[in-house]
Structure formats: C-alpha cells, structure tokens
C-alpha cells in the first residue's frame, strides 16, 4: 500500500518527536502498521543494557507473546533471513529473500501458525560506520501484497530517525537510559523502561524538574546512590512545555563517597566550607575534610580545577540541588 508525500512528511515529524521524547515511540510504529496495511509491527532493540544486554521489544503491535519472544530470540540471532537482512542493511520483504522461506524455522514457528504471507524486517541504521545495528522493525501482515518499492526505499530513509526511538531524548555522549519520562506539571509519561525502576522519590524527581526549568542551561545532571547500593546518572532537559529526564544506571562512582559527592557538588556552585557546613548541618572541618579527600579521589590540583570537574563530569546529586534551591 502507497502512501503519499504529505503522510511521509508526517510519519517523519512524529518519528523525530518521539525520539526527542516528545510523543510516545509506539506512536509512528502505529502509523506505519496502519497506513502501510501490516497487522502486526514490533520494534526490538538488541542488547540494551536496560535489558541485561538480551534483545527486547520495546513496542509491540499484534504479535502474539509467544511470537515476539520468537522474534526476539531465535529470529534475531539465528534466522537466515534476519541474518541477510542486516548484512545487506536494507529492508527484506518475504519476496526478496532469495531461497525457499518454507525451509526456515521460523516458517515454521512464526510465519505458517499465524497465517502471515508477507511481511518485512527492517534494520536500523547504526549511529557510526562499522557499528552493530541497534535493533529492528519487524512487520507481518496476513495478505499476500508485498510492501511497494517506494515506500520500502522511503523506510530505509528513515532507519536512523528510527533508531532514535530506541533510546528517545539521548544526545551526543549520553549513556543508553534504563527509564525515560516526560513530565509536564503533575503528569508524568513513561518513554522508555518501568516507572517502578525510578531511583528517586516523587518529590526528588519534581526537585531536578524544578531545577531544569530553572536552569540557564536548560537542563540539570547529578550522580544518584538508590536505596540497594546502584549508582544513577540523572539528567533532566528542559523542552517546550515539559522536562524529560533520563535515567541510567551506571558503575558504582570512583571512590567518592554519597558525603563527598554533595559537597564537591556545592563546591561547583562557588559556595564556601562555612557555607556548605551550614547547608548539609556537618562541621566546617567535616566539609574541609570531604574537599581534600575529593582533591585526592579526583586528582585535582586545587578548588578551582575541583569545580570545574565537577561540572565538566555532573559531579552533583539530589540533596546539593535540594540545598542549593533553598
């Protein structure tokens, strides 16, 4: 099925927004399935970190469980027709692949018990030369009308605007997210992972949003030490009506300890020991104590190169923001 130009141009604004995080990411893959007569699309990322470094579908429209678990298991790693299409890095219909598809396993697991006569693997572009594909659209459809040229050559196009999906709101640098949301006043969407993962409470997260908005820059990150002992970077960007904040674990931070890391935090802010002490409600020589421990930690020469890495690095944390918005 063709669609035309202006519904492209579309498709590709709604891609670009969700992964900027401003709409969900299911959100263009429903257009696609819908527009471009597929009963059944899923978008699998391989080897998120979110995901203990296994494949997973991030959205699924229509594929039974049982299916998608195929798909994202023996299809993705063994499938000679997902194979070929990540070596040539276009999308393959059914009637592109160049032996008998009868002969597959997944003929016979996936395609024959739901009835499917066409369908579609697309692989997403990868962000540099030579890297592993982040992940695919897969799409199935119970007709036997495959997927037209123009449309087909108008997805490849698009496969790197669709690998934005994968980790939406990411910018050059940033670690792949384990939770992303966008919160506009009191309400709070979920863009990727569970909102259960979460490592702050519900008056923590709105501080960081309140200080995003706040922010000159536009956008607040801090180092966060949840509850079991996990280490999180988190970082909240300011966008037109709303804050979204990404999530994402990381190794357990240096040698700096949760009291080292809020003070090297207030220390970036200019703010003096004395003042720091009254902030935190520690002793003056505790402050000085924690500042020539993270000189050593942090291999810094003095207070000045001690600021400057700590905002080059978001060296801050949740309770320097709370004191420094009070």
Request: proline share 5%; hydrophobic share 45%.
């Amino acid at each position: 099925m063709a669609a035309d130009v202006r519904w492209w141009a579309q498709l590709a604004g709604e891609i670009r927004a969700a992964s900027r995080g401003d709409l969900p990411i299911e959100v263009p893959l429903r257009a696609v399935r819908d527009e471009l007569g597929f009963d059944c699309v899923a978008l699998v990322a391989c080897g998120l970190p979110r995901a203990g470094g296994t494949h997973t579908a991030l959205v699924n429209l229509g594929y039974t469980a049982e299916t998608l678990a195929y798909i994202t298991t023996t299809y993705s790693r063994t499938c000679p027709v997902h194979r070929l299409a990540v070596r040539r890095g276009t999308p393959l219909r059914f009637v592109d692949v160049p032996f008998d598809l009868r002969e597959t396993r997944t003929y016979r697991e996936a395609i024959l018990p739901n009835r499917f006569r066409e369908g579609m693997t697309l692989p997403l572009a990868p962000p540099a030369t030579g890297a592993a594909i982040p992940g695919f659209v897969a799409m199935s459809s119970t007709h036997a009308t495959p997927l037209d040229d123009e449309s087909r050559l108008a997805l490849m196009m698009l496969s790197r605007d669709l690998a934005g999906l994968i980790d939406p709101g990411a910018e050059a640098g940033d670690i792949v997210a384990d939770v992303v949301l966008r919160i506009t006043h009191d309400l709070v969407e979920i863009r990727a992972g569970e909102l259960g993962e979460v490592p702050l409470t519900s008056a923590e997260l709105h501080l960081a949003v309140r200080s995003a908005a706040a922010s000159a820059a536009g956008h607040v990150g801090f180092h966060h030490r949840a509850a079991d002992g996990t280490w999180w970077h988190v970082r909240a960007v300011r966008h037109p009506g709303a804050v979204l904040v990404r999530f994402g674990r990381v190794p357990a931070f240096g040698r700096l300890t949760s009291r080292e890391l809020d003070v090297v935090g207030l220390v970036a802010r200019g703010w003096s020991n004395e003042r720091i002490s009254q902030a935190l409600g520690i002793a003056v020589r505790t402050v000085r104590s924690h500042v020539e421990s993270s000189l050593i930690k942090l291999d810094c020469p003095n207070r000045t190169a001690l600021a400057r890495t700590a905002f080059e690095r978001e060296l801050d944390t949740v309770d320097a923001l709370r004191v420094a918005h009070h």
